[in-house]
């Protein structure tokens, strides 16, 4: 069986085939550090995470890369809100953002590069681009000439004549004069009087979206690559943008598959912070959402297909979970009654003693591994899980209510080996309870109405500090519009 993925950029559905044997280059684009991740965010990452995972699982050797942004206008907007530094407000949803990713089972990247720790080889490359005649500078601005690269548009399929002015992304309202193109998008933009800086060859500055990962992706994994993540609103303009500026200055395709997860809806609009329809990650849980209900809900729909956020649609993965972890669970917790022996690694065959269940138990891992194949048919996966949980499920129903195990329920213990090594393919595992925290319920009000007070009075190294006293004994704050906080115990 052959892995099949759907390359945007190719439009067709190709066989993967790594640049190298059996080693496997991945970059995903990350998020932009001024607030707490949203379910869209969950999805995309939830999903890359699966693809990450099942490459690992058929014997690759995956290296994983994802980006911080950390040098944006909507940073700085947030920062001047709050009377804080760029690099605060960066910090502290980065050190947001893994809590978040953490608690969704979500393995780290290999590497995390930072915008602002990839400034040398963002302007070499911008200088590469300069030298080439691919861009231009202009009062401390330089641009990428779009008209110049033979090709623009191969990845979103669209025509410049077509396309609307603003199209470039994140433009400031004063760059449109000094273009010499409409289309033309900034590489590096001329400091503006208050803002942070940075020193390069055109004047004190910073630099734009679109170059910042093209030069983490050359940094970090040299110029072509096997496989570009990113949702599908990304496409245009960043992907295409980073097309062009990437193979400008190196000459070699940026990279051989393209993949893009469709969007969240909420009554049919893409859930996104700038629409204010979106629901992040950290109220989701706080409300009583398990980060596996939320990780099985996600991995029901195709990740190129929309996927439309709903209560029902929660309450039905949440029931789907609870068989499953059940059944999951079984093993762990009934082991020595069952008689079933320690075990760890690739499930073995009975040597002919259990021929019919051999068949049972190869054929699903051949569905599994025939569903994941088909372009990352996650939902025809989770059917497998289910139908090997079947059994498992019933069998840890009745030891709940203290009956004993029927004689063929005993032999069960290859079908849950199954079921736990593929489950932890797509990232599921047995939620524990976490214990409650030493603080009783008055004493975490009372820190946090004083967090609420230093807040009020500025003091955000105080209220930080109050932030992570809290975290340390179990307890999560999740602060909602209006300045009201509600907190829950991990």
């Known amino acids: 069986m052959t892995l099949r993925l759907t390359n945007t950029l190719t439009r067709t559905r190709d066989a993967f085939i790594p640049l190298d044997d059996q080693r496997v280059s991945i970059y995903c684009c990350g998020v932009t550090v001024y607030d707490l991740c949203h379910l869209g965010h969950a999805r995309s990452y939830i999903v890359w995470d699966v693809l990450r995972r099942y490459l690992i699982w058929r014997g690759y ?17 947030r920062a001047a809100a709050e009377g804080r530094t760029m690099a605060e407000v960066s910090e502290r949803n980065i050190e947001a953002y893994f809590a978040d990713m953490d608690a969704l089972n979500i393995l780290r990247p290999d590497r995390m590069p930072r915008a602002t720790r990839c400034l ?20 401390g601005d330089v641009y990428f000439a779009v008209m110049k690269q033979p090709g623009y548009g191969k990845l979103s ?34 400091a503006r009087p208050g803002e942070p800086s940075f020193p390069s060859p055109w004047g004190p500055g910073r630099p734009g979206w679109h170059i910042e ?6 940094q970090e994994l ?8 990113g949702g599908a609103d990304l496409i245009f303009p960043h992907h295409e943008n980073e097309i062009a500026q ?13 993949l893009h997860n469709g969007m969240v809806n909420v009554g049919g609009e893409k859930m996104s912070k700038s629409l204010g329809n979106f629901t992040t990650i950290r109220s989701l849980l706080a409300s009583g959402v398990s980060p596996m209900t939320l990780r099985l809900f996600v991995l029901q729909a195709h990740y190129r297909k929309p996927l439309d956020f709903s209560a029902a649609g929660l309450k039905a993965a949440a029931t789907g979970w609870k068989g499953l972890q059940a059944a999951l669970a079984v093993g762990e917790q009934h082991r020595a009654s069952l008689g079933w022996p320690l075990a760890s690694g690739p499930v073995q065959a009975s040597n002919g003693a259990d021929k019919a269940g051999d068949a049972a138990l190869t054929t699903g891992r051949e569905h599994f591994i025939a569903a994941m194949d088909d372009d990352l048919n996650t939902s025809a996966a989770l059917g497998e899980l289910f139908e090997l949980a079947r059994p498992l499920r019933a069998l840890a129903n009745r030891l709940r209510v203290g009956e004993l195990p029927r004689q063929e329920e005993r ?3 290859r079908r849950w080996l199954l079921l736990v090594e593929l489950a932890a393919v797509l990232g599921l595992r047995c939620e524990a309870t976490v214990p409650a925290a030493s603080f009783d319920d008055a004493a975490i009000e009372a820190l946090v109405a004083q967090r609420a007070s230093a807040k009020a009075n500025r003091d955000f ?8 006293q809290l975290r340390q004994q179990g307890i999560e704050l999740v602060d909602k519009p209006g300045g009201v906080t509600i907190w829950m115990r991990r």
């Open 213 to 218: 990962c093209s030069a983490m992706v050359r």
């Open 222 to 229: 040299g110029d072509t690559i096997d496989i570009h993540l």
């Open 61 to 77: 050797a995956v290296t994983f890369v994802q980006n911080f942004t950390d040098i944006d206008d909507k940073i700085l907007g």
């Open 157 to 190: 399929g669209r025509d410049l004549s077509e396309q609307i002015e603003g199209a470039s992304g994140r433009t400031r309202d004063d760059e449109e004069a000094r273009k010499q193109h409409p289309f033309d998008f900034a590489l590096w933009k001329a």
């Open 246 to 258: 990437s193979e400008a200055a190196s000459g070699k395709p940026l990279a051989r598959y393209w």
């Open 461 to 468: 190294s105080s209220a930080d500090q109050l932030r992570d």
């Open 411 to 413: 032999s069960l213990e």
């Open 120 to 139: 040398d080889g963002i302007r070499a490359m911008i200088g590469e681009l300069e030298a080439r005649g691919a861009a231009y500078s202009a009062d």
